[in-house]
């Protein structure tokens, strides 16, 4: 069965640091990627999606960026972060296209700006 | 995109079954209809999806109605660890099979009593 780890569950940073969060799915082959931002009291924010190795396309401009260095493999990173940068950072996976494909979650990065 | 009515909260039972409704009167006819549910401080967790006919899986079943313009979500048999929020989704099954993306509204917060 396909499962999906992302790490660290919760994370405090301080203004202007960098950030890495990972995640990676287990069980299947050629997944398509995502990355969601979910701010509290709002709902659920597509930042970045990913169908193969190195291709990366972005929703929102920000100072966010992601990479895709191996087929089950996702990272969220930034350069200098900043206070808007708080929230629930979520990584999903579906396979396949189209709508009739689930996307399934991990179990999030908590991540506080100080 | 068709937008989704949900009621904001709902409670039931133990051991009863939970039906939650979702209105989705503006759905076109290549749109899915899903079901996610967020437990708080997890990640979503799909649930169950349909076009026109009805579904059922291990966790529930999926009603949606001949013209299809509203749904049921149906939980057997409810738990107290099915107190969650849950979201009725509709998401388009667009040309060329692109991806799509997930945008939750605010959902009905079901609460399972003992």
């Known amino acids: 069965s396909q499962t999906i780890h992302q790490w660290p569950a919760t994370l405090v940073q301080p203004v202007g640091s960098p950030l890495s969060l990972e995640c990676t799915v287990e069980?299947?082959?050629?997944?398509?990627l995502y990355w969601y931002r979910q701010a509290a009291g709002r709902g659920l924010q597509l930042l970045f999606y990913?169908?193969?190795?190195?291709?990366i396309s972005s929703e929102v401009p920000q100072n966010l960026s992601a990479s895709r260095p191996q087929d089950r493999q996702f990272i969220l990173s930034s350069k200098k972060l900043l206070l808007s940068d708080s929230g629930f950072y979520l990584c999903?996976?579906?396979?396949?296209?189209?709508?009739?494909?689930?996307?399934?979650f991990g179990d999030g990065t908590r991540l506080s700006i100080l | 995109d068709a937008k989704t009515t949900q009621p904001p909260s709902m409670d039931c039972a133990e051991g009863r079954a939970a039906n939650l409704p979702c209105n989705h009167s503006?759905?076109?006819?290549?749109?899915?209809v899903y079901w996610y549910r967020q437990i708080h401080s997890q990640g979503p967790q799909y649930i169950i999806h349909?076009?026109?006919n009805n579904e059922t899986n291990e966790m529930a079943s999926l009603i949606i109605t001949e013209d299809r313009k509203s749904s049921t979500l149906i939980l057997p048999h409810a738990t107290l660890r099915d107190t969650a929020v849950y979201y009725c989704?509709?998401?388009?099954?667009?040309?060329?099979?692109?991806?799509?993306?997930?945008?939750f509204g605010k959902g009905t917060l079901l609460t399972v009593n003992p």
């Open positions: 999903a996976w579906s396979v396949g296209r189209g709508a009739n494909q689930p996307q399934h």
């Open positions: 069980g299947t082959s050629n997944p398509n």
């Open positions: 990913s169908v193969g190795i190195g291709q």
């Open positions: 503006t759905i076109s006819g290549n749109e899915y």
């Open positions: 349909g076009l026109k």
């Open positions: 989704i509709v998401i388009p099954n667009r040309s060329g099979g692109s991806n799509y993306k997930l945008t």
